[in-house]
Every structure is written in C-alpha cells, then in structure tokens.
C-alpha cells in the first residue's frame, strides 16, 4: 500500500504553461513537504506546510487537512522547471516520513 | 547551512562484497536516516536512527545493517551486496526544533551498483 499518491507520474508542459501535481494521503500528518530533485540527485526542499497555502515566487503549494490532499503549482513554467517533484507527509506518530513516488515534468521551450 | 555529505556519489562494487555508506552532517542533528530510490517507486526508508547507537528498521530492511556510534555519522552496510541492490541511495537528517518548523535534509545521494 502506498501511503502517499501522486499525480500525474509525468508531465510535459511547453514553456508559460501553468502546471499543477496533485498529492494524497491516506496517514494523520503532522506536515506535508514538497520536494524537488533534479537529474544528478540532489533533493531541496521547496515547502513545509501543515495547512492552508504558501507561496515562493512562481511556486504555490496548497493543503486541504480534511481532505488529506495537497497541490504543487508552478505558474509560467520554464524549462530550469524540468525536475522531479515529491510529496512528502511526516506522520504524527513518532519519525516517519513517507514519500510519493514523484512526478517528472519536462518543460519544453 | 545544514550540510549533509556522503563518502562517494558513485560506487561499483561485485556481488558478495561488504559495502559501507557512510553518512556525515554538521548540524547536530538527533534524527538521521537511510533511504533508496529506484523508478517508479520512490523513496523507500531503509533505517533511521534517533540517537548514537539507537536504530529502527525502515519499510526494507533486509540485506542491510546500519551504525550510529557518534552523533554526526551514520552508516549504511551492505552485508553482502546483491544486484537487488543497485540503486541510488540518499541520507537525511532531522532537525527536531519547536512545530512547525522541524525539517528533513537530504544529502546528495550515492549511486551504487551490484555487478
């Protein structure tokens, strides 16, 4: 069973398009993080939440506590974009944190 | 800035070999963990430690054994490496400040292959 679903697994998106990656979970959280990992490995943390909605430039990230489902939008996308985005929870018992098995967006010029 | 090192990015190793990750972070962090990721499904947690000498099995355990014998370092073991076991495998740490504003951060990953 997967903890943590993400949709879509790919996407590709020409340059200036709005882009949303949905997450769901099935666990109580305690937060919830959005992930980006681009190609040769390394994993950044875009955002934490734990409820309601945050904002880093073009980057919107959106939380529904109630309906256990989480939002990822990248407004005027742009091919430094292209990476693989992963939903995250952290449950709200003890350390574990479980991970989707994320989305990879190819933006196109 | 928290800094998270692993010893190698790339490693190709035979199978039937021991093969030690080793996991460095500056930060004094109490959590640390071990996790691999392979397409299509994600990032799996292998082990995690919330003190020296502490550990717990993750999702996968099998075929793996880890040590924690000081706080900045945490170690992965390949008993005896299978092709199974080719994969990338990533480190993070946790910071355990007030809620919310605990935070997970990744080391740059090794990529092992079994041959």
């Known amino acids: 069973k997967n903890e943590v679903e993400q949709s879509p697994q790919n996407l590709t998106a020409q340059e200036g398009e709005f882009i949303t990656i949905n997450c769901s979970y099935s666990v109580g959280i305690s937060a919830l993080h959005w992930l980006q990992q681009h190609p040769g490995g390394g994993i950044v943390s875009l955002f934490m939440l734990s409820s309601g909605k945050k904002k880093h430039g073009r980057l919107i990230a959106t939380i529904n506590i109630q309906e256990k489902h989480s939002s990822l939008h990248i407004t005027a996308s742009h091919p430094r974009d292209s990476a693989v985005y992963i939903c995250?929870?952290?449950?709200?018992?003890?350390?574990?944190?479980?991970f989707g098995t994320g989305t990879s967006l190819t933006v196109i010029p | 800035d928290v800094k998270v090192t692993q010893s190698s990015r790339y490693l190709v190793k035979r199978t039937g070999e021991k093969v030690f990750l080793e996991c460095v972070q500056d930060m004094d962090h109490e959590n640390m963990f071990w996790y691999r990721q392979d397409p299509g499904l994600g990032l799996r947690l292998i082990y995690f430690s919330y003190d020296v000498k502490m550990k717990e099995k993750g999702d996968i355990p099998e075929g793996y054994s880890v040590s924690r014998e000081k706080k900045e370092r945490f170690s992965l073991i390949l008993e005896s490496a299978s092709t199974n076991q080719t994969s990338m495998y990533l480190c993070?740490?946790?910071?355990?400040?007030?809620?919310?504003?605990?935070?997970?951060?990744f080391g740059p990953g090794t990529r092992l292959t079994v041959t």
């Open positions: 993070a740490t946790l910071s355990l400040g007030a809620f919310p504003t605990y935070e997970q951060y």
């Open positions: 995250a929870v952290r449950a709200n018992t003890g350390n574990q944190f479980y």
